[in-house]
């Protein structure tokens, strides 16, 4: 699930932002009222995307808190304004936000937001900003995000036992739950980390940091046998550095 946290002093707003992201399946982390409650938020939570109001009460405002996210906490986030005058998208904009909101919105509007800035997301982390991400999930960092209906879940790569292919779908086998995905195994697995995902068989990458057992003709992860074909077995086996 997509963890949001909400920076906007005014908690009417809030609290209607807060109710639209729920609706929609998000994780909400907190709200944090101005700059200092933020940086408690981002000092003690991990967001995967923050809804930022450009004008805060204090003596910072949201641009000054996205100053110090970009240095210090390397998150995404969206400006959410109800002012829109060129002086403040100019300094803004400085910032590199990933999107831009004007309140007030709906929910429509900010749930379009939110799916574009992680298709954004996924281009920037694949090195090209014009790339085309799959249209049923991409990587961002250490985490898969699946399209489920209308919204993104996210699902972190270390807890992935194995993924199968099974003709243009891949069927993935987590710690807590099983996911379909439109996609190919050659092309996924190349966006993984091949110190710790290796692919056994034409059919089948596994996370080895979940391997109990290696044969000749399988690899155990956790209690299943995972079939490995000789050409896979050989190549791990010099991997691994058996003695």
């Known amino acids: 699930m997509v963890k949001i946290l909400i920076v906007e002093d005014e908690l009417i707003i809030a609290e209607d932002v807060r109710s639209m992201l729920v609706k929609m399946g998000y994780e909400v982390l907190g709200v944090a009222m101005d700059y200092q409650e933020a940086m408690v938020f ?3 939570t991990h967001p995967d995307l923050i809804l930022l109001d450009v ?3 204090g003596t910072k405002d949201g ?4 100053t110090e996210i970009n240095q210090r906490f390397k998150v995404p986030f969206i400006y959410t304004t109800s002012y829109a005058d060129l002086a403040t998208l100019e300094r803004a904009k400085a910032t590199h936000p990933i999107n831009y909101l004007v309140k007030p919105f ?4 900010l749930f379009t937001a939110i ?11 694949n090195n090209s900003i014009d ?3 799959k249209a049923d999930s991409f990587i961002i960092k250490d985490a898969l995000f699946i399209k489920d209906k209308f919204k993104f879940t996210k699902l972190n790569i270390h807890e992935i036992l194995w993924i199968k ?4 779908y891949l069927e993935i086998k987590t710690l807590h739950k099983d996911e379909l995905i439109r996609a190919t195994l050659s092309n996924f697995i190349e966006r993984l980390n091949s110190q710790v995902f290796f692919k056994t068989h034409k059919s089948y990458i596994v996370n080895l940091e979940y391997m109990t057992n290696l044969e000749h003709n399988f690899v155990t992860i956790q209690q299943t046998k995972i079939p490995i ?9 010099e991997k691994l550095n058996i003695v």
Do not use: C, F, R, W
Request: charged share 25%; glycine share 2%.
């Open 42 to 44: 981002l000092k003690t």
């Open 55 to 57: 004008h805060l009460n």
């Open 63 to 66: 641009i000054d808190l996205a």
């Open 106 to 109: 709906k929910q429509e509007q």
């Open 115 to 125: 799916e574009m800035a992680l298709h954004q997301l996924a281009a920037l982390e």
């Open 131 to 133: 790339s085309e991400p």
């Open 165 to 168: 292919s099974d003709g243009n």
């Open 229 to 237: 074909a000789k050409n896979y077995y050989d190549v791990l086996v």
